[in-house]
C-alpha cells in the first residue's frame, strides 16, 4: 500500500507509530479520523485507510483500558486479600 498523504503526515506513516501512543494521544487522534471521516470530501482509498488508521487506533485505546482494568482488578483483590 502506498502512502497517501492527510494533514501533513502520511497514514502509513501515522500507523507505524499508532502503538506507542498513550491513551489520550490515540482517543484524540482516533477523534481526528472519526472528523476526517464524517466530514467527507476524501476518496474511497483515502476514507479506507483512515478507517483502517481508526480501527487501529481503536485496539490501541481498548488494549490501555483493558490493563487498566487489570491493575485495578488486581489492586481490590490485594486490597481485600490484606483486609480478610
Given amino acids: 500500500m502506498a502512502d497517501q498523504q492527510q494533514d501533513g503526515q502520511t ?3 501515522a500507523a ?3 502503538e506507542a501512543l498513550g491513551y ?3 482517543r484524540d487522534a482516533l477523534l481526528e479520523v472519526v472528523r476526517q471521516l464524517e466530514t467527507g470530501g476524501t476518496s474511497l482509498e ?3 485507510a483512515l478507517w ?3 480501527e487501529r487506533l481503536a485496539k490501541v485505546c481498548q488494549r490501555w483500558l483493558d ?3 487489570a491493575r ?3 489492586a481490590l483483590a490485594a486490597e481485600e ?3 480478610g
Avoid: K
Wanted: overall charge negative; hydrophobic content about 30%.
Fill in 16 to 18: 507505524d507509530g499508532d
Fill in 81 to 83: 486479600s490484606a483486609d
Fill in 52 to 54: 483502517e488508521r481508526g
Fill in 24 to 26: 489520550e494521544q490515540a
Fill in 67 to 69: 490493563g487498566a482494568r
Fill in 72 to 74: 485495578l482488578d488486581a
Fill in 11 to 13: 497514514v502509513r506513516g
Fill in 46 to 48: 483515502e476514507s479506507l
